[in-house]
């Protein structure tokens, strides 16, 4: 299986988008006080991070 760099990238955002998806269905659904708000973040963090990631794809 060839690994290029944009199926690297690819795969690292979907692994991105589910881990955000699962922390902050932890943070909202686990966890309802003032540590859920850092599950949120974290996960938003992750989002954002896929966001470049996916950016990034066509030009590395």
């Keep these: 299986m060839g690994m290029n760099k944009n199926t690297v990238l690819g795969w ?3 692994i991105m ?3 955000g998806l699962l922390l902050i269905g932890l943070g909202a659904f686990r966890y309802s006080d003032v ?5 949120v973040a974290v996960g938003v963090g992750f989002f954002a991070n ?3 990631f996916n ?3 066509g030009r590395v």
Excluded: C, H, I
């Design 50 to 52: 896929a966001w470049v």
């Design 17 to 19: 988008v589910l881990m």
């Design 12 to 14: 690292a955002t979907f």
């Design 55 to 57: 950016a990034l794809k």
């Design 35 to 39: 540590s859920g708000w850092g599950f």
